[in-house]
């Protein structure tokens, strides 16, 4: 494993293990500076003097939400996104290059910032609508207090999630130090499930990448040497290393959350990724104890790697995949663009810009919204109207190879990173998956006019 990685998964672990003794402090001043002091460390351990970053994010946000209510989304949206081009091209400015863990602490650090400004914008708009007249329980539930400046570093610096997610919202984090959900929710079980995962998918994600590096594509022998179906296989066999490898992030990260408590709601409220609770509110008003309750970690979950794997469509895989990021990127931006024939380019055009400013996040993410349009039309005038169980059966197959063969493609330019390198593993497979989309397209399109 590479160093990058061993320092990641020391965290990860080191991070696993201090929330059980985390679960233990009763006082909640207490467990909140700890939980903030201890995120501060691993901050500063990954980051150096590099922590600069995530304060000055922090504390022009927490001005931002102080001083403009109405606008602060959008004010915290822009700074914040432009901080962190600025974060991706410091050496331009004379400034050292961050390191590598510093990027995904400021990844999170964006997404939990932006949100908290919507929620505290939300909020307002709440109590102007409402004024004197009584809120139902969701509302009271969607409204938070005006977090002071010190709250707004305590939630930024959590250490829950700080490294790899998963996104939680403030009113998550809140509800975590004044509230007993956490306490009431079995939860050895469900990291036990979790935990019998992690040997496997390190075993392949070793294997796998000793035999299939990915430094291969910059090898001009690959290129030269190989045939169409090895380069082609090359796709595939790099799209499962990095699964693999993000898979076993996103495990990490639930232990840690279902370890220290974060994420817990009476399943009665039907907790989803990235929102927490979204219905029967009034149970949360009343600290809800029936006789058979039941409480899970939904709100946290980041995937379900096997509904990621045998799911049919990239639409319904792309919904599941990272799924409080999703939640995030549904919810503060897909939902807020006013042209809807655009929100779904736009969303994906932010989820490029918030990886980073190379070439291969673009040319990945932007790719997606053009071929979920084609996939539509054979998911829903193709399949979903087959005349025989057969043909849907030959349609999902169909579906799924496309689905595979599209990710593993959009995977692999996705951590080629590099234009000049992109194009020339594209230019080896002859533009393959560009030339069977528009083909898709074209028949797609003679289908329907000979129908018509």
Known sequence: MYSDDTVYVGLLVLSFLFSFLFRKVKHKNVKQWISTIYGVIIVL???????????????VNSILIQIDKRRCHILSFLFTFGYLIFFRMTTYFGIPYPPAH????????TLKLVGLSFEVHDSYLIKLKTKDAKCDAEKKFKMICQPSFIEVFHYAFCYIGILTGPYFKYRTYWDLFNHNYWRKATYINLLVKKIRMIPTLIICYLATSWIFPLSEFNNDSFYTST????????????????????????????????ASGMGAYPEMTDPQSGSGPTKNFELLETEYSGKREAYNFDCIESIDIMKVETISTVRGATRIWNMTVQYWIAEYVYRRIPIKKL??????????LWHGIYAGYYVSLCSVPFYLAV?????????????????????????????????????CTFQLLHIDLIFKYCQSIYFLPYIVLIIMYAISRFNNFRTS
Request: proline share 1%; hydrophobic share 45%; with cysteine.
């Open 45 to 59: 351990t990954v980051s150096g003097l590099h922590i600069v970053h995530p304060i000055i994010c922090t504390l």
């Open 102 to 109: 510093t990027n995904l602490i400021q990844m999170m650090l």
């Open 227 to 258: 045939s169409l179906s090895y380069r082609l296989w090359y796709m595939y066999s790099s799209f499962f290393i990095f699964r693999t490898r993000l898979y076993l992030g996103f495990i990490f990260s639930e232990l840690i959350c279902i």
């Open 343 to 352: 929100r779904t380019l736009v969303a994906f055009g932010i989820s490029a």
């Open 375 to 411: 996939e539509d039309i054979y998911d829903r005038q193709y399949r979903n109207y087959a005349d025989s169980a057969g043909k849907r059966i030959l349609w999902t197959f169909f579906l799924y190879t496309m689905k595979m063969y599209q990710f593993s493609f959009w995977g």
